[in-house]
């Protein structure tokens, strides 16, 4: 078995108490002048084995208050060293602060114990006051020591458990930060590509068609389009990221769009829709005396509506495209869009699926239902139809100052 090597400070330690103890032992310094062992080397013995505990210390603190206390006692039966008794202090310290939590605990018991029982014994052997003073130097020498280490040790515990708190706060705080950054610019994707999609694929469309079909007025009719929101797409675009380059707060929040404004929207895609041959009619079978809806609700509606119009304008087949609204009894509002699915003879445009994922994640922050897909429509064909429930009762749980 080899032994742990020393610590560096416990050498220093060790070699200094040996130098002082030997320096004292030349001059002829004693602890006491009558001893049972006469011969004047015989206090160098307890003097270096305790040195040589002194050296392990930290490595092995059981072992070391054992065999420290073997050679106290045995330095008792010699004239004595001051060094000796010293370094024995610092051995109950250090069993106390390196050893395992039970000789933490049990130390400073065993050796209040052994302070009391000292007293008391010496009190009934002797029967006078200088048994007192031989207990008050056991107790320095053994329970002061080990009270001492067993502050340094909660104190160091504590500071540990405060230490460990704060990094673990700062992994959270990071974890947080590093969350709220990606849900922000989840929030930033889903704004950009519900505001900017629908002009977009309303210029892919009406380029398309002007490309494909030679005549001058469907040329005009389809740059035109083309203009109009290509203007309303930059202004959108120049809104956004004017609001993202202002940090000072002072600017004013952008308005949420509401469900009063579909119509508006409905007239846009019937423009755009125009060259693919589609519709759009809108039925609000809402209450008016079912209560006003939260902003968030709201918002979602209709960039729900706003990225199922867009798609439609990409995807569907001519026809008629339908947008419903309902309040059911417990107050949720419900959305659908059904538009005509299959084969497509005019000019499309292309899709990533980016807008399916913003709407389900909009219906996720509301706690809602969320379903998209194809239906079988009988003779009239088939239709692809979005459904959504947004209860009214959720908290909001998405900011809503810059959104438009």
Do not use: C
């Amino acid at each position: 078995m080899t032994l742990p090597r020393p610590h560096r400070d416990d050498l220093l330690i060790a070699a200094g108490g040996l130098a002082i103890g030997l320096l004292m032992w030349s001059f002829g310094l004693h602890t006491q002048n009558d001893a049972p062992v006469t011969a004047r080397w015989a206090t160098l013995g307890p003097l270096v084995v305790m040195a040589t505990m002194e050296a392990l210390r930290r490595s092995l603190p059981q072992t070391v208050l054992t065999v420290g206390t073997l050679a106290l006692v045995a330095d008792q039966f010699t004239h004595g060293s001051l060094v000796t008794a010293l370094m024995f202090t610092d051995v109950v310290y250090a069993a106390v602060v390196y050893g395992s939590p039970a000789s933490a605990r049990r130390i400073p018991y065993t050796t209040g114990l052994i302070t009391i029982g000292v007293t008391i014994g010496f009190l009934v052997w002797w029967q006078n006051a200088i048994a007192l003073l031989v207990g008050l130097i056991t107790g320095m020498l053994s329970f002061l020591p080990a009270v001492t280490g067993a502050v340094v040790r909660n104190h160091r515990q504590a500071a540990d458990a405060a230490r460990l708190r704060a990094e673990q706060t700062a992994l959270l705080a990071e974890m947080d930060r590093t969350q709220a950054v990606v849900a922000e610019r989840a929030r930033m994707a889903r704004e950009l590509h519900d505001m900017v999609a629908n002009h977009l694929s309303a210029i892919a469309i009406h380029s398309t068609a002007a490309l494909s079909i030679d005549e001058p007025g469907t040329t005009r009719q389809a740059l035109t389009v083309i203009r109009e929101n290509s203007v309303e797409g930059l202004a959108e675009m120049r809104r956004l990221i004017g609001l993202l380059r202002d940090s000072s707060g002072d600017a004013e929040p952008a308005v949420a769009p509401t469900l009063d404004g579909l119509e508006a929207l409905l007239a846009q895609a019937r423009v755009n829709g125009e060259p693919s041959a589609l519709t759009f009619a809108l039925e609000d079978a809402r209450s008016r005396g079912a209560g006003p809806l939260p902003a968030p609700v709201e918002l979602a509606a209709y960039r729900i509506v706003q990225e199922s119009l867009t798609n439609a304008l990409k995807h569907a087949a001519p026809g008629e495209v339908r947008v419903e609204l309902g309040r059911r009894r417990d107050g949720a509002l419900t959305v659908g869009v059904t538009s005509p699915f299959g084969g497509r003879p005019g000019p499309s445009a292309p899709g990533s699926g980016a807008g399916l994922v913003g709407m389900r994640e909009r219906v996720a922050l509301l706690d809602g239902e969320f379903e998209a897909g194809p239906l079988p429509a009988g003779d009239g064909g088939d239709v692809w139809r979005v459904r959504a429930v947004l209860p009214v009762g959720t908290k909001d749980k998405e900011p809503q100052a810059w959104y438009g």
